[in-house]
């Protein structure tokens, strides 16, 4: 495996080379490549998580993000490749098969790296943020390229399929992470906190979501942890 052919592959894909996605879709020599990609994405994803929770002084908790978070990072391209060829055949005639957008979708996946920062205090959620909108972009011309389809069915297409695997690594993460004690883990918890608290519960929510994110990847300390948390739910105007 030429690794200097990875690196452009995946320069071509994270600046959205429509030409690239083609190619990909067409050629089965790009399949080890992108799960390679997937893999190394997943890796980084999850030694962010674990410096994060390294950080808050929960060394068995670091190793339980590690893995937890690689597994869903990878069992989530599996399942949004599948679920995005399904929608886009189904209700918008897409071309692709499964295959083909394990493939593309694989080299989709290469801005989540930024992924591995989010250990930092407050930039490093950001960045991971960014990273995960960058994806879903890339997956976007990634689609349209495969699936033949318009500009607006592929984003709907990556939209639903992206919304469903990411509820799905969200349930899953919460459900280990109250187990173990450690809060949402996959996809860096922020993200979607974030997603949820716009949609549902408006700007004031998100703002509490984030001072809440904040109080528990930045203060170490508990007694000033709850004296930040009781402040920002209390609000400017309590008594």
Same mark, same amino acid.
């Given at each position: 495996? @030429? ?13 959205? @080379? ?8 067409? @050629? ?20 962010? /998580? ?11 908790? /670091?190793?339980?993000?590690? $893995? ?25 005639? =897409? ?5 083909? $957008? ?24 950001? $960045?991971?943020?960014? =990273?995960?909108?960058? /994806? +879903? ?11 033949? +389809?318009?500009? =607006?069915?592929?984003?709907?297409? &990556? &939209? ?53 994110? $904040? ?23 309590? /008594?």
């Amino acid at each position: 495996m @030429d690794f200097n052919e990875i690196i452009q592959s995946v320069r071509r894909a994270v600046t959205l @080379d429509k030409g690239f996605y083609e190619e990909a879709a067409l @050629d089965e020599r790009y399949q080890q490549q992108a799960l390679l990609v997937v893999i190394v994405v997943a890796v980084a994803g999850g030694i962010g /998580s674990f410096l994060q929770q390294l950080l808050l002084g929960h060394f068995f908790g /670091s190793i339980i993000a590690l $893995l937890m978070t690689v597994v869903l990072g990878v069992v989530g391209y599996y399942i949004w490749a599948y679920l995005t060829q399904w929608v886009g055949a189904k209700f918008f005639n =897409g071309q692709a098969t499964t295959p083909q $957008l394990l493939r593309t979708l694989g080299f989709a996946y290469a801005p989540m790296l930024l992924g591995i920062f989010a250990f930092i205090p407050c930039f490093g959620p950001l $960045l991971s943020f960014a =990273g995960w909108i960058w /994806s +879903v972009v890339a997956g976007v011309f990634a689609v349209r390229q495969t699936h033949r +389809v318009t500009d =607006g069915q592929a984003i709907i297409t &990556v &939209v639903v399929a992206w919304v469903i695997v990411a509820a799905i690594s969200l349930v899953i993460g919460t459900v280990v992470g109250t187990i173990f004690g450690l809060g949402a883990i996959g996809m860096n918890a922020m993200i979607p906190w974030l997603i949820a608290a716009i949609l549902n519960e408006g700007a004031q929510r998100t703002l509490i979501l984030w001072h809440s994110y $904040l109080a528990f990847a930045i203060i170490p300390t508990e007694r000033v942890r709850s004296a930040f948390l009781f402040d920002t739910f209390r609000g400017p105007h309590a /008594s």
